[in-house]
């Protein structure tokens, strides 16, 4: 009979467990639906990419789970080609269609960051996946992204892993924006030239 009391408890177990599961996705899915977007690119917008990075880090510093972070850069790319604004908002579209097939569908999280610049999110992607990943990203939008003129597009991007030791377990929301501020700095500042 005890063991009945247990297989009971085990099925309990199990159906909580997936209860849980269903309840993130559902989470994850209305915040989805419901974050504030960039008009241009139907991405999410610097903002909702701001709370994004804040909610990683906290889960970064909770679970000891590594992410990464592409800064994805056109502005270079611009200044080169002395685009209009109206060539650069179709090259904006373009790239961010190519985000449709490069990110790992429904784990990584692609964004509008600035206006000539995108942000993804790796999340459990260290810094040599990261950089396979981008160099996917940028052949992709080489390959797929043309000029008025046929040139092919070619971005700039930067790379920054971040994990919990760097925050030192510091979790309240002052230090949580802080550390958004450093990673980003960090993906900036390696800005590689667009190589093919």
């Known amino acids: 009979m005890w063991y009945f009391s247990w297989i009971l408890g085990l099925l309990l177990a199990c159906s909580l467990g997936v209860i849980s599961l269903l309840w993130l996705e559902a989470q994850e899915s209305w915040a989805r639906e419901h974050m504030a977007v960039d008009p241009l690119t139907q991405l999410p ?12 880090v906290a889960n970064s510093q909770r679970s000891e789970a590594p992410f990464s972070v592409l800064y994805l850069s056109l502005t270079a790319f611009r200044k080169q080609h ?22 790992r569908e429904g784990v990584d999280i692609c964004s509008r960051f600035a206006p000539e610049a995108f942000l993804i999110v790796l999340p459990g992607a260290r810094l040599q996946g990261a950089e396979e990943i981008a160099g996917k990203i940028r052949q992709d939008i080489a390959n797929q992204v043309k000029t008025a003129g046929n040139q092919p597009v070619q971005v700039q991007i930067g790379i920054a892993e971040y994990s919990r030791h760097e925050g030192g377990g510091l979790i309240g929301e002052d230090a949580l924006q802080e550390e958004v501020r450093e990673l980003l700095r960090r993906a900036e500042k390696n800005l590689r030239p667009a190589r093919l």
């Open 45 to 56: 917008c610097q903002e909702e990419m701001q709370k994004r990075l804040r909610e990683k």
């Open 82 to 103: 002395n685009l209009i604004y109206n060539e650069m908002d179709t090259i904006l579209r373009g790239v961010a269609e190519t985000f449709q097939n490069d990110p």
